[in-house]
C-alpha cells in the first residue's frame, strides 16, 4: 500500500490544468496512488513522485485509457513536471461498489463486464501464462487475447449515479483469457460474505465465464489461493486467501 501524501504539495501543477482550486477531496480508496484528490467536483487527480519505484503505472494507465473508456474515466490531462507525475481523469458521480450478498450493485458489475475489450496491439501489458506461472503448473490455460483488470477490490469499482458501474485503476492490467476477471470477482466476493457456490452463480450469469474450461478455472483458483496465502499480510483484503482456499475446495470436492 502506497503512503497518501498532501495533494497541496503538487496543487500548483493541478492548477495549470484545472484553474484555481476551490473545492478539493482526498480519496481514501485504492492503494497505488501517493495524491489522490477529487478537484472541482470535474477531475480526478491521481500520482506519483517520479523517483516512486511504481511511477511506471502511471505511463501504463495512460496508454490502456482510450481502449477502457467505455467501462472507466477519461484521462484528461497529464503532468511530468516538478518531481511529480499525474493523470487527471474526467470525474464520474458515485461510490465505491458493495459486494455484499444482497448488493443491487452485482447486477451492474455483470452489466459492465459485457464490454471487456480486447487487449490492445502496441501497449505493454503482463501476460496471464507468464503473471501466475510461479504459482501453477497449468499457467498456459490462463493464456488470451482479451484484457483484464484484475484487481477487484471493490474500492476500484464505481457505482456513478448514473446505475452504471466503473472500473477504475488500471495500474496493472493483463492479457488473458477473456473469464480471468470473472474469476478474481469470484474470490473477493466471497471474502465479501458469499458461499463460493453463490459466488460462482453470479459469475456465471457472464456467458464467457459460463463457457470456460472447467479445468482451467480450477487451476486458476488454485493459483489464485497460493499467490494470495504468499501475499500474506500485504493482502488489501485479511480474507482473501481463505476465500480462494474455500473455491478450490468447492471446485474439488
Known amino acids: 500500500m502506497t503512503e497518501r501524501l498532501p495533494w497541496h504539495q503538487a496543487q500548483a501543477l493541478i492548477e495549470k490544468h484545472t484553474g484555481p482550486v476551490i473545492t478539493a477531496r482526498p480519496v481514501s480508496e485504492g492503494f ?5 484528490v477529487v478537484i472541482n467536483d470535474t477531475t480526478f487527480v491521481k500520482g506519483l513522485r517520479i523517483d516512486h519505484p511504481r511511477a511506471w503505472t502511471q505511463e501504463r494507465e495512460r496508454r490502456i485509457n482510450p481502449h477502457i473508456q467505455n467501462v472507466s474515466a477519461p484521462l484528461r490531462w497529464t503532468e511530468i513536471t516538478g518531481g511529480w507525475d499525474l493523470n487527471g481523469f474526467g470525474f464520474i458521480d458515485g461510490r465505491p461498489a458493495s459486494y455484499e450478498p444482497s448488493s443491487l450493485d452485482l447486477d451492474l458489475i455483470i452489466a459492465m463486464m459485457a464490454h471487456c475489450p480486447h487487449a490492445p496491439d502496441g501497449v505493454e501489458l503482463k501476460r496471464a501464462e507468464q503473471r501466475w506461472s510461479s504459482y501453477s503448473d497449468q499457467a498456459e490455460e490462463f493464456a488470451g487475447d482479451w484484457l483484464s483488470h484484475t484487481d477487484w477490490s471493490p474500492a476500484n469499482i464505481l457505482i456513478g449515479s448514473d446505475k452504471r458501474a466503473y472500473m477504475l485503476d488500471w495500474a496493472w492490467p ?14 473477493w466476493l466471497i471474502a ?20 470456460a474450461p472447467a479445468d482451467a478455472v480450477t487451476a486458476f483458483a488454485k493459483a489464485q489461493a497460493a499467490m494470495w496465502e504468499d501475499i500474506g499480510d500485504h493482502a488489501p483484503h485479511p480474507g482473501l486467501a481463505a476465500a480462494a482456499t474455500s473455491w478450490v475446495k468447492h471446485r474439488t470436492t
Open 192 to 211: 465479501c460474505g458469499h458461499h463460493p457456490a453463490q459466488a460462482q452463480a453470479w459469475a456465471s450469469k457472464i456467458p464467457f465465464f459460463a463457457a
Open 32 to 36: 497505488n496512488s501517493e495524491i489522490a
Open 174 to 187: 493483463t492479457r488473458g483469457a477473456r473469464w480471468i476477471d470473472s474469476a478474481c470477482w469470484i474470490i
